[in-house]
């Protein structure tokens, strides 16, 4: 992709500023918003791995990784994973302990179970691919309206709703400048009438990353979403526990109670709650060695 300006502040100079709130959403509007997101695509657009393919599985990991987490840790992650697992059938036979190990330093392990889990509905329903629809991807475990979305545009070139956090800062800014609790079913509406049908996927590519680079340049629109939340504080919570259950078992196998409490600096309390939780979700079982003794591994 060409680049025609070093520095993307020549370009933003050039772009509209907001508009009125509640203008109304005319073919001239929506031919001027669609020319200033390509406009600064066309010169500062990025490039990853999973914008050059239209292989669902591909696209689908790339969706997953990247739910709260960025993409410079993303990118080393995505190209190790498909190194050992390039299709879902293959991801379908891994152990799991095996995708944790490298899964690690993502965090939110609950999205390698949702994938395991995504490879084998594939694999048997499916022939190692995905649908083209809708509805039944939002059947498969942790594939939301946004995922989904994300599927049917980069993976099948169709038309759709995509909203993420980046497009929905700049239908925010562009559009309910200093509106306080904007609901997202009104940037559904928005979307809609704004969507490049003839090429949905370089315009969310596009929309993306004049997105990101809004977030460096002006106060977080986001955070004027009905929908805003502030993350959940990591460290000491149960979700470091958690972590560092899974970390403990893929590198050391299967270990007693007393002596992940010994390992672990918590409460023997809370490393109950977090083994609980991890053996309801399918992460881990216990498994008897002796019949006063139960040890903990990777299911």
């Not at 689908?60 to 994973?81: A, C, G, I």
């Not at 993420?164 to 559904?188: C, M, P, S």
Request: hydrophobic content about 40%; some cysteine.
């Amino acid at each position: 992709m060409k680049k025609k300006h070093s520095d993307p502040k020549q370009i933003f100079d050039l772009l509209p500023h907001p508009y009125p709130v509640g203008i109304e959403v005319t073919e001239a509007v929506v031919s001027s918003f669609q020319d200033c997101i390509y406009r600064y695509y066309h010169d500062f657009g990025r490039s990853f791995p999973w914008r050059e393919t239209n292989d669902p599985y591909r696209i689908l990991l790339s969706e997953v990784m990247l739910q709260q987490t960025q993409t410079d840790r993303v990118l080393p992650k995505y190209k190790e994973f498909l190194k050992y697992w390039p299709s879902l059938s293959v991801l379908h036979a891994a152990p799991l302990v095996d995708v944790l190990a490298c899964w690690k330093g993502l965090g939110y392990n609950r999205r390698v179970l949702a994938l395991k889990r995504i490879a084998e509905i594939s694999v048997v329903k499916y022939g190692g691919t995905l649908p083209n629809d809708q509805k039944a991807l939002m059947k498969l475990p942790m594939v939301g309206p946004a995922t989904s979305a994300a599927l049917l545009a980069f993976a099948f070139d169709t038309p759709s709703l995509y909203l993420e956090t980046n497009i929905r800062r700049v239908l925010l800014y562009f559009f309910f400048h200093e509106v306080e609790q904007v609901h997202d079913k009104e940037l559904y509406l928005l979307l809609d009438l704004l969507l490049d049908r003839k090429d949905p996927k370089c315009w969310y590519y596009a929309l993306m990353d004049y997105g990101v680079y809004l977030k460096g340049i002006v106060k977080n629109p986001n955070r004027r979403s009905a929908h805003y939340t502030r993350g959940e504080r990591f460290e000491n919570s149960n979700r470091q526990i958690r972590g560092e259950l899974l970390t403990l078992f893929t590198e050391h196998g299967a270990a007693a109670r007393e002596d992940i409490c010994q390992m672990l600096q918590f409460s023997p309390e809370r490393i109950d709650t977090c083994i609980e939780a991890l053996i309801h979700e399918g992460f881990i079982v216990g498994e008897e060695v002796a019949e006063t003794s139960l040890v903990y591994r990777i299911k």
